[in-house]
Nanobody
Framework: QVQLVESGGGLVQPGGSLRLSCAASGSIFSIAAMNWYRQALGKQRELVATIASGGRTNYADSVKGRFTVSRDNAKNTVYLQMNSLKPEDTAVYYC?????????????WGQGTQVTVSS
């Protein structure tokens, strides 16, 4: 089992910044990738950013150049730095851990944190 606890959401004006954190605990040794998803009201959940166990990162086109995913292995924490925020970034952001054990993938989710971009 993997437990994920997110923090850092809130209300920010357009053009502002926020940093989300996701602290992982439990069986983290076999996590293949950590992901950030978001879900806006009335829309499907979408993948925003990924950081693989080897450090490779990937981003949705809509956030490239504005968002940065990183991790602190000593703290078992993944971050999502969000800059130049836009109203369309408003959503609940979820941390996800994709764990692979004996060839079987299992996903774990945090509780979500609300990000609202509004003036």
């Amino acid at each position: 089992q993997v437990q994920l606890v997110e923090s850092g959401g809130g209300l920010v004006q357009p053009g502002g910044s926020l940093r989300l954190s996701c602290a992982a605990s439990g069986s983290i040794f076999s996590i293949a990738a950590m992901n950030w998803y978001r879900q806006a009201l009335g829309k499907q959940r979408e993948l925003v950013a990924t950081i693989a166990s080897g450090g490779r990162t990937n981003y949705a086109d809509s956030v490239k150049g504005r968002f940065t995913v990183s991790r602190d292995n000593a703290k078992n924490t993944v971050y999502l730095q969000m800059n130049s925020l836009k109203p369309e970034d408003t959503a609940v952001y979820y941390c996800n851990a994709h764990r692979v054990v004996v060839g079987v993938g299992v996903d774990y989710w945090g509780q979500g944190t609300q990000v609202t971009v509004s003036s």
